[in-house]
């Protein structure tokens, strides 16, 4: 989970790297690097650190430019942050340079072999193993680069994207791809490589999406080669036109891509639904789905895999496909599923959900789905990535490129899709009448404007989160469909205010929790239920009892709750199956207040990348 750019043509390549680096510092931002080359001499720097250290270090180097180039920004796997295991990693002759995403698993076994033939190491990762390899490879047996990035990779085990440079051959880069992303901006003479598109979205629209077990030698005015690692042979590149805009990996104005994202749902559930409901004519159009029209009819069980908050909208999805759909369903972690051996068969479907679409626990679970001979639906924000690739078939959230660590838009879309699903399983199975699947259809489509009304509390979810923001711990309660807004909620407040918060079915609180309630320990509740609004109010009055503090998230009339609850925060009312889209609201600004107050930094969290793409 690092990102890595390059460039081969014309232009100085530093300004188009480090500008690219930027754009993927989500991915990693512990420590950064780049290494230029002229055509005669390359030049590297490394710094720890975020890019705009690297840049300040940058500006000590005489003569670093030149039109082919490698950069990276990192997320620490194998050695902690620190100059020396920031990449590129270099050979031991000094001629090769290397930078990696991913881990190579096996890369112990390597490095004794290795050492055993003279290397030596300087930093701790895997990467400079890897290097070496190449190196080993291409000296014992004489090749040129690309066959050496080929047959040292055939020994390795693990996930790779890379981007090799050699001081032999100053004019080509050698990329190859297993597990992790890396794709090719194909601009007029000249070539951008990178983890995802964003880097050369200003350059080009077109782009080859590398495979995995592939190869591309890239040179300077010469065609690119594409080859298999495997076996050598010629690979035909898809070249796919992008339809993203600059304008939209940019922050418009907000302090922070997270509020920019907060404030983008209506908009993004808008383009989640835009073409695919017809209330006139009744219909919900989800074309991976109706392509397996049968397969939805007939399943008996639905498994959703995911990690994260992307697991939470899975948790949401569950209410709503037994709920609405009667449909058996079970939610997994991605990262347990592919160590159990889930009792899964050809009957069963397996929704995978990802923002990303590269989270390596959510891959290998897909794979081991598909080996059992299930069908896979993904459901997915990243067009072309790994996991929309891997699915069967499946229905992207057109939430736009979200750049925030903590997911926010991705959350809303995602539950959007699983309610479109739910409701049109349940059409087809014949569990609902026409007149409520209707009903459903107005509700999914007026969410865009009782998000707006959410977000119009604002100030006063500042106000409140002012006063809580030096809790050194706070409590998420919710039941049911709101179950899992407490989850999304305390995960978001841990994740960019290192707060420490836990979220608990309300009901689940006696059974332990109910310990932790004193006069420090603020609790927020989720109470816009109908179902069980007594109950709900009974759980708030034993927190109360214990001098909690607790903060409320109300339908719009409450009586009961703002009688007790010493901070009231008001949202549209709305069924229970559409809660979670609005509930969610006054949460993630919770959270994105208290840390700006906090100081924290809300986009890039201590320890964390935007795409897991290693265990
Ligand atoms: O890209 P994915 O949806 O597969 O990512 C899954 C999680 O890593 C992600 O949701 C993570 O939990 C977020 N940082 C939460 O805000």
New binding site residues.
């Given amino acids: 989970m690092c990102g890595i750019v390059g460039y081969v043509g014309n232009k100085d390549s530093l300004s188009i790297i480090i500008k690219g680096l930027k754009r993927l510092e989500y991915r990693g931002y512990d420590s950064s690097g780049v290494a230029i080359s002229d055509g005669n001499t390359t030049r590297f720097c490394k710094s720890k650190g975020k890019i705009n250290k690297l840049e300040k270090k940058l500006k000590k180097i005489k003569d670093i430019s030149g039109p082919i180039g490698i950069g990276h920004t990192r997320w620490a796997t194998h050695g902690e942050p620190s100059d020396i295991n920031a990449h590129p990693h270099m050979s031991n002759s000094g001629k090769l340079l290397l930078v990696h995403n991913g881990i190579i698993e096996n890369y112990n076994t390597l490095k004794e072999k290795l050492i055993n033939e003279g290397f030596s190491f300087v930093s701790e990762t895997d990467t400079e193993v890897l290097v070496n390899l190449i190196e080993f490879v291409k000296q014992s047996e004489k090749l040129k680069l690309g066959e050496a990035v080929q047959i040292a990779l055939r020994q390795v085990i693990g996930a790779y994207a890379i981007c090799v440079m050699d001081y032999d051959r100053p004019n080509e880069l050698v990329v190859a791809k297993l597990g992790s992303p890396l794709c090719i901006g194909m601009g007029k003479n000249e070539f951008y490589i990178a983890s995802d598109v964003s880097p050369f979205i200003e350059f080009t629209k077109k782009v080859v999406y590398l495979k995995d077990g592939e190869l591309a030698i890239i040179r300077n005015h010469k065609p690119t080669i594409f080859r298999k690692i495997s076996d050598n042979s010629k690979v035909l590149p898809t070249i796919s036109r992008l339809e993203l805009s600059l304008e939209k990996i940019e922050k418009k104005g907000y302090k922070h891509f997270m509020l920019k994202e907060i404030y983008e749902q209506p908009k993004a559930i808008r383009d989640t639904l835009r073409g695919r409901l017809n209330i006139k004519k009744g219909i919900v159009k989800l074309s991976g789905m109706d392509e397996y029209m049968d397969k939805f009819i007939n399943c008996k069980k639905l498994t959703i895999i ?5 697991w939470h909208s899975a948790l949401a999805g569950e209410y709503m496909f037994e709920k609405i759909a009667k449909v058996s369903v079970e939610v997994e972690y991605a990262s347990e599923f592919r160590y159990r051996d889930p009792v899964i068969d050809k009957n069963d479907i397996v929704i995978a ?7 390596a626990d ?1 891959l290998a679970a897909i794979k081991l789905a598909k080996q059992k001979g299930a069908y896979v639906y993904g459901i997915c924000n990243v067009v072309g990535s790994s996991i929309a690739r891997e699915s069967d078939s499946g229905s992207y959230t057109h939430a736009g490129p979200e750049i925030g ?3 926010t838009k ?1 959350f809303t879309t995602q539950m959007t899709i699983l309610y479109l699903m739910a409701i049109k399983l349940a059409k087809i199975r014949g569990v609902i009448s026409k007149k409520s699947f209707i009903n459903y259809l107005h509700e999914i489509s007026a969410i865009e404007n009782k998000i707006k009304i959410a977000l119009k509390n604002d100030n006063l979810v500042k106000k409140v989160s002012k006063k809580y923001m030096n809790s050194k711990n706070c409590l998420y309660l919710g039941r049911g469909y709101n179950f899992p807004i407490a989850l999304e909620g305390a ?2 407040l841990k ?1 960019i205010s290192y707060i420490h918060a836990e979220g608990y079915p309300a009901a689940e609180m006696k059974h332990g929790p109910i310990a932790l309630i004193d006069k420090d320990m603020p609790t927020v509740v989720i109470a816009t239920n109908k179902i069980n609004y007594d109950k709900i109010v009974s759980n708030i009055q034993e927190i109360k009892s214990r001098k909690g503090k607790i903060i409320a998230i109300v339908s719009k009339g409450d009586k009961e709750v703002k009688k007790i609850a010493d901070d009231v925060i008001e949202v549209p009312e709305c069924i229970e199956s559409i809660t979670p889209f609005i509930t969610v609201i006054p949460l993630q600004l919770m959270s994105y207040h208290i840390a700006v107050m906090l100081g924290k930094n809300v986009d890039q969290p201590r320890n ?1 990348a ?3 793409t290693v265990e």
Avoid: D, F, R, Y
Wanted: hydrophobic share 35%; net charge neutral; aromatic share 0%.
């Fill in positions: 995911a990690c994260g908050t992307s959900i990802s923002q990303s679409g590269e989270t959510t660590v903590a997911s991705a995960l978001k994740e964390l935007k795409s897991v």
